[in-house]
């Protein structure tokens, strides 16, 4: 990076900073919810009392899977509530690459009532950096001279491309006793490491499996938390895609069990399921051609893995971990084979039969009169007229998420691991 470039991008975050300290330290009515924006006025008042910015001795910003881990160590101790009081930021720059531009900043703010502290991000805009928001993350203290916080990419509005970072601390509204930073047109008080920004290669993962845990058959969740998996059976189908665009126009996840031999036909050539992953849902086994396999045996076991090579070869090499048996037909030898093969045999506890076409009404009636925390609704893309579920689809979703529920995929739901590559 150039000097004028490393002058400009220093200019920037310092005609924000008053900005950023009231955004990371702000809210003395406590801490907000992620997502929450914050805004407050600044006082031009500087206390004689002579304040020094942390001074950083390492700091890092790697991807991990599918999220980003920031991680500094500092030469001082310190504390967020304490930074509110003092003046001092502790911030990360984040800047495209090219062209060398700053695209935002995150910054530590105070936990207040909460246990750990919270990040702010503020985009920039052409005044500057625009209003914080508390972004979702978890942070974590080893000590009071550490801090590692973890987050996806979208939380900060970057996909999963290379940027260049800093990390960036201040002091305001306090006589500086530390080093001075040098802007276009003056020095403030403040410290960048590294002295230029460093740059963090990222990749777009790639989800290759997921690794079963506890028990070999379920047909609900855990109840201690407001969720409910949405489940559909018997695709793909020609109202899959319909099914996609309701899903994602809510911001919301599902899980598909799928029926092998009918990925090549309306698959679109494995676009469908490489579209569900991407959109963060999961896709399941529902054997190749929907035959009863409560039997167990060979004749079970090539249902199932037929049809995990099919879900493999249209997704680019996700291996499915997920079993769920043609009508529910399940038995102590079909659930103990296709845990040998990797899989946990998911059942439901709400069904509204939408199979039998009762009605838009009905099936929004029977979903959401049953639905409790941790439930699994199985509901049908595919396998016939499916016009009713999709119009029942909407309604469901927006009267569960107004009661408080959020969606999980089944994976989700049951703590399972997703391996990325």
């Not at 973890?150 to 970072?165: D, H, K, M, Q």
């Not at 305001?172 to 230029?196: K, Q, W």
Request: hydrophobic share 40%; aromatic share 8%; net charge positive.
């Amino acid at each position: 990076m150039s000097r004028a470039i490393a002058l400009s991008v220093t200019c920037l975050l310092f005609a924000g900073l008053a900005g950023s300290a009231a955004a990371a330290n702000a809210a003395s009515g406590g801490a907000a919810a992620p997502g929450a924006t914050t805004t407050s006025t600044t006082t031009t008042t500087t206390s004689t009392t002579p304040v020094a910015p942390i001074r950083v001795r390492a700091a890092s910003l790697q991807q991990n899977t599918t999220q980003l881990v920031w991680s500094v160590r500092t030469i001082d101790q310190f504390s967020p509530n304490e930074m509110q009081n003092d003046g001092r930021s502790l911030c990360l720059l984040i800047e495209r690459v090219t062209p060398a531009t700053v695209v935002g900043e995150l910054c530590v703010r105070h936990p207040g009532s909460r246990r750990h502290p919270q990040l702010v991000y503020r985009r920039t805009t052409r005044n500057g950096f625009g209003a914080g928001r508390v972004i979702t993350a978890t942070v974590t203290r080893a000590d009071n001279s550490q801090l590692t916080a973890t987050f996806l990419p979208a939380e900060i509005s970057v996909g999963y491309r290379t940027l260049r970072w800093q990390v960036l601390t201040a002091v305001r509204g306090h006589a500086c006793a530390g080093a001075t930073v040098e802007t276009v047109n003056n020095f403030l008080c403040g410290s960048r490491y590294p002295v230029r920004p460093a740059l963090a290669a990222m990749h777009t993962p790639r989800l290759v499996g997921c690794a079963v845990r506890g028990a070999p058959y379920v047909n609900s969740g855990p109840t201690n938390r407001r969720v409910v998996a949405l489940t559909f059976d018997d695709g793909p189908w020609y109202d899959t895609p319909q099914f996609l665009n309701v899903l994602e126009r809510a911001h919301v996840v599902a899980t598909f069990f799928e029926i092998g031999e009918q990925i090549s036909t309306y698959g679109q050539g494995g676009a469908i399921e490489r579209r569900m992953l991407a959109d963060g849902d999961m896709v399941g086994d529902h054997t190749w051609s929907h035959p009863n396999v409560s039997g167990a045996g060979p004749f079970a076991a090539g249902q199932i893995s037929s049809t995990a090579n099919a879900i493999s070869a249209a997704t680019g090499g996700f291996r499915p971990c997920l079993f769920r048996a043609p009508y529910g037909a399940v038995s102590a030898a079909l659930i103990s084979e296709a845990r040998s093969m990797g899989f946990t045999t998911i059942e439901w506890n709400v069904d509204p039969t939408d199979w039998a076409r009762p009605g838009t009404g009905a099936i929004y009636q029977r979903v959401v009169g049953a639905v409790t925390p941790g439930s699994i609704v199985i509901q049908h893309d595919g396998g016939g007229d499916r016009s009713e579920t999709l119009a029942a689809l909407p309604q469901e979703i927006a009267t569960l998420k107004a009661r408080g529920y959020s969606f999980v995929t089944v994976t989700q739901l049951l703590g399972d691991q997703l391996i990325y590559r």
